[in-house]
């Protein structure tokens, strides 16, 4: 019987296999963001339009995996439209420099209704993901660190369906 012994090394193992870019994906924002939140410093809202905060293969890859940086959707089933956007802000001080952050907004009028946040150590990256009236914000592509958003007490909430962190 014929038998064929592979030998990988480690780094070449490691290479192969790669990092997804998201784990270590980083964008920090420099936009005004006093129309948001006066604790913000600086704000960005994710986009793929001129890649300015992701690669054109990113970009294809989060397309790919029906992932999204606007959505327009009527999550409280209200028969009223919501415009979603997801991106990064930076505190002016606290206990966390950065946050996630979620801007419900209305279509037409383009007033903001709410800003949902998630405190975070270093800026991140996040999109939505669902269809229909649901709408989940994801940490990554293809893990479960994510947060649905639901319609609760008459807010927005972003709920955790498993421990987060």
């Known amino acids: 019987m014929n038998q064929a ?8 193992l490691a290479a192969a296999i790669g990092r997804a870019w998201w784990v270590d994906y980083t964008y920090e924002p420099k ?16 986009s793929c339009a001129d890649y300015k905060y992701f690669t054109s293969q990113q970009c294809s ?12 959707r009527d999550l409280n089933s209200d028969g009223i439209l919501e415009h979603w956007s997801v991106g990064v802000a930076k505190y002016k001080s606290g206990k966390y420099p950065y946050a996630n952050v979620v801007i419900v907004s209305d ?17 991140r990256f996040a999109a939505f993901f669902g269809k229909g009236n649901e709408l989940s914000l994801f940490f990554c592509m293809e893990c479960g660190n994510y947060a649905n958003i639901q319609w609760k007490n008459n807010q927005w909430a972003l709920v955790w369906p498993e421990p987060y962190g």
């Open 107 to 123: 279509p037409n009028s383009k007033e903001i209704q709410q800003v949902l946040t998630v405190e975070l150590d270093q800026p």
């Open 31 to 46: 936009s005004d963001a006093s129309k948001y939140n006066r604790n913000f410093s600086a704000l960005e809202m994710y």
């Open 5 to 12: 012994i592979i030998f990988l090394s480690i780094p070449f």
């Open 61 to 72: 890859e989060i397309t790919r995996n029906k992932g999204m940086f606007n959505a327009v």
